[in-house]
């Protein structure tokens, strides 16, 4: 059973700062994660995925895995208030009958 | 526009009735899975599909069921509704890259929002 850890929040951070957000796993078997953006009322939508150790960049966003510390992270530079959703991490599957497994996911509020 | 569509897209049942929710994937996503999600909580695996088999199942009882057809539709059943079966329900597709994870990046469609009084 894939375990996925979020602080819910909410994270309130001013807009044009950097918005941090935190997500830990229990199966060391993880090799790769999903980050999606959940607007309120609408449908979580893909913005990153991260398969190795390191950082991953991609526009504003940058996501981190650490595999030895099992936790996975998602930086979110110059903060605007579009960025205000519930964002969820989930280890992608290892396999294609495996199922996706979130956590409760943050809420971010990026505050003019 | 996911190209994942859901229908309806709100409803209101009465507990203890039945309702068919639908859903209509990408041309070629060979997988489909559905999901509940609470106010407040994170989607919550309900069962997957797999060119049209039921190819796992979350911890939900016999009273969620589904089908999958071959032109990537699906559905949602759920007899006897309970209060607690109010959230909103997503289906997501993916296309199966074989052993490539991004291949399991599912794309949600925008969901149906259940209320059972």
């Known amino acids: 059973q894939k375990e996925v850890e979020q602080n819910s929040g909410p994270l309130s951070v001013p807009e044009g700062a950097i918005a941090s957000l935190n997500c830990t796993y229990s199966d060391r078997g993880s090799q790769s994660f999903f980050w999606y953006r959940q607007y309120s009322g609408k449908s979580p939508e893909l913005i990153m995925f991260?398969?190795?150790?390191g950082d991953k960049e991609d526009g504003r966003f940058t996501a981190q895995l650490n595999k030895a510390s099992q936790y996975v992270s998602l930086l979110i530079r110059d903060s605007q208030p579009s960025d205000s959703a519930t964002y969820l991490c989930?280890?992608?599957?290892?396999?294609?009958?495996?199922?996706?497994?979130f956590g409760t996911g943050t809420r971010l509020t990026i505050i003019p | 526009e996911t190209g994942v569509t859901q229908s309806p897209t709100h409803l209101i049942k009465t507990r203890g009735q039945q309702v068919t929710l639908r859903c209509s994937s990408q041309s070629g996503h060979n997988t489909v899975s559905w999901y509940q999600q609470a106010l407040g909580q994170g989607p919550q695996f309900i069962f997957q599909?797999?060119?049209?088999?039921?190819?796992g199942r979350g911890n939900f009882p016999p009273r969620f069921s589904g089908l999958q057809f071959p032109n990537y539709s699906s559905e949602l059943n759920v007899n006897a509704l309970e209060l607690d079966d109010s959230a909103l329900y997503l289906c997501?597709?993916?296309?199966?890259?074989?052993?490539?994870?991004?291949?399991?990046?599912?794309?949600f469609g925008s969901g149906t929002r259940l209320t059972v009084v």
């Open positions: 991260i398969y190795s150790n």
């Open positions: 989930a280890p992608a599957p290892n396999f294609g009958n495996e199922k996706l497994t």
């Open positions: 997501a597709s993916s296309l199966d890259l074989g052993t490539d994870p991004r291949g399991y990046g599912y794309t």
């Open positions: 599909y797999y060119r049209e088999e039921e190819n």
